[in-house]
């Protein structure tokens, strides 16, 4: 059974008051030993009484001042009597105590105390200071290689996300110039084919116009012969050396031309119909693009002001044509 803090506080108290009646026991027995040791060894008791010195006889006083002074020279010693023996009792150890049956915890009368903790040993602190600086250093460490771990990791991201960023840039640029290449390319060749097509009709217009003008010249020589057949004789006398009609048609495109410059997107032989009213001296009074000439309308303004450019036309012997409003066939060939 383990003993608690309460018996052995008990168990203490009760040693310590057998102890107490057991020096007590020995303290009454030594005095009650003196007590009878000094009428044993004395003889009677003496009893006195105080006296007045006057009321002494001279006898008295001198069997009183002898004893005083055979009591003033030295005794002799006697030797000390043997110590009388202690009785048996006293002499004897007591036997020891016989354990007392061990009492019935009481809990009203003593409260259970709590056991004290053993004693701590008092730890160096020379060694408790430099092993909390070595923690404190360690884990100063620590924080700073994971600090400098995440921010590897921060940068090694960013750098992955700005190459995905300048790799996607890259793709974007690529896939923009194959495109604008392409669309270049089919540009070029949406020109190349308008601008094929265009020269293609420029030259069939041309051939067109220059087979058109053929015609006219040779419809022309054909009504002179024609006229100069159907009037011979003085008639025919007085119009050798004179322009016809034709041939003077031909001349007075060739004034017009002389005052225009021919824009490059008309072709060279491209026909444009002009009415013009001369005066008598040959001064031009009026000149006016037909609504069949293909030209632009600004085109067909600096043909009008070529005509008037040329003003005066010449009539070079023909003024018996009596040539006052014509139209004229323009071929531009320059």
């Given at each position: 059974?383990r003993?608690?803090?309460a018996?052995?506080?008990q168990?203490?108290?009760?040693?310590?008051?057998?102890?107490?009646?057991?020096?007590a026991?020995?303290?009454?027995?030594?005095?009650w030993t003196?007590?009878n040791?000094?009428?044993?060894?004395?003889?009677?008791?003496?009893?006195?009484?105080?006296?007045?010195?006057?009321?002494l006889?001279?006898?008295?006083k001198?069997?009183?001042?002898?004893r005083i002074?055979s009591a003033?020279?030295p005794?002799?010693?006697a030797?000390?009597?043997?110590a009388?023996?202690l009785?048996?009792?006293?002499e004897?150890t007591p036997?020891?105590?016989?354990?007392?049956?061990?009492?019935?915890?009481?809990?009203?009368?003593?409260?259970p105390?709590?056991?004290?903790p053993a004693?701590?040993?008092k730890?160096?602190?020379?060694?408790q200071?430099e092993a909390?600086?070595?923690?404190?250093?360690?884990?100063?460490r620590?924080?700073e290689?994971e600090?400098l771990r995440?921010e590897?990791?921060?940068e090694?991201q960013?750098?992955?996300q700005?190459?995905?960023?300048?790799e996607?840039?890259?793709?974007?640029?690529q896939q923009?110039a194959e495109?604008?290449?392409?669309a270049?390319?089919?540009a070029?060749a949406?020109v190349d084919?308008?601008?094929?097509?265009?020269?293609?009709?420029?030259?069939?217009?041309a051939?067109s116009?220059?087979?058109q003008?053929?015609?006219?010249?040779?419809?022309?020589?054909?009504?002179?012969?024609?006229a100069?057949a159907?009037?011979?004789g003085?008639?025919?006398?007085a119009?050798?050396g004179?322009?016809t009609?034709?041939?003077w048609l031909?001349?007075v495109s060739?004034?017009?031309?002389?005052?225009?410059?021919?824009?490059?997107e008309i072709?060279?032989?491209q026909r444009c119909?002009?009415?013009?009213?001369?005066?008598?001296?040959?001064?031009v009074?009026?000149?006016?693009?037909?609504s069949?000439?293909p030209?632009?309308?600004?085109n067909?303004?600096?043909?009008?002001?070529?005509?008037k450019?040329?003003?005066?036309?010449?009539?070079?012997g023909n003024?018996?044509l009596?040539?006052r409003?014509f139209v004229?066939?323009f071929?531009?060939s320059?």
């Open positions: 059974m003993e608690t803090r018996d052995n506080v168990s203490l108290g009760l040693a310590v008051l057998l102890h107490l009646l057991l020096f026991l020995v303290f009454i027995g030594l005095r003196r007590e040791a000094e009428p044993a060894g004395g003889g009677p008791a003496v009893e006195a009484e105080m006296v007045d010195a006057g009321d006889s001279s006898k008295m001198n069997a009183l001042a002898e002074a003033d020279a005794e002799p010693v030797e000390p009597a043997p009388e023996p009785p048996q009792a006293l004897e036997p020891p105590p016989q354990p007392l049956p061990e009492p019935e915890p009481q809990e009203a009368l003593t409260k105390q709590p056991t004290p004693p701590v040993a730890p160096d602190t020379r060694d200071d909390r600086r070595d923690a404190i250093n360690r884990e100063t620590e924080r290689q600090a995440r590897r990791q921060i090694l960013k750098e992955q700005l190459k995905a960023a300048e996607k840039k890259r793709l974007a640029a923009q495109a604008d290449a392409k270049k390319a089919a070029k949406q084919a308008k601008t094929k097509a265009e020269a293609d009709a420029k030259a069939k217009r051939a116009l220059a087979a003008r053929a015609q006219q010249l040779a419809d022309a020589k054909a009504r002179a012969g024609a100069a159907s009037n011979p003085p008639a025919s006398g119009g050798q004179k322009d009609r034709g041939e031909d001349l060739a004034e017009i031309e002389k005052k225009w410059r021919r824009p490059d072709p060279r032989g119909r002009i009415r013009i009213k001369l005066l008598p001296g040959g001064e009074l009026s000149a006016e693009v037909q069949d000439c030209y632009s309308e600004q067909q303004r600096t043909v009008e002001a070529a005509v450019k040329a003003s005066p036309l010449p009539l070079k003024e018996d009596r040539i409003d004229v066939n071929y531009p320059r």
